[in-house]
């Protein structure tokens, strides 16, 4: 069973893949960061079972809470569009995936201010 901290690691480590840090990737890590490190690391790390444990734990606030569980319903919602998109291009610029790396991009800056 993984401790807090180390919960709270994943949770950054997954919101750190999900930012725009990701849009610099060649193509095969992009799509390999995509589409098989984020889906379970987003299933797990930003699941609101461990947002409520990170929260009663004092590491994150309700807006960052908010935000996390936004992230996660637009990721697995967008997940299946994006994997039929064989140009990765066209995953950097869709509106969908926009929206996931600003909001982890936004998360980020809150857990760091």
Known sequence: MLS???RYDLF???LQ???SNILSMNDDDFRYTLF???PPDIISFLHNNT???LIDEGYIDETIYKKCS???EIYIGEEKILSKLSDMDKIRASTSF???IKLADEIINLLYI
């Open 4 to 6: 807090e901290d180390e």
């Open 12 to 14: 950054k480590c997954t």
């Open 17 to 19: 893949k999900s930012s």
């Open 36 to 38: 098989e490190e984020l």
């Open 51 to 53: 947002l409520d444990l």
């Open 70 to 72: 936004e992230l996660r």
């Open 98 to 100: 926009r929206r996931i």
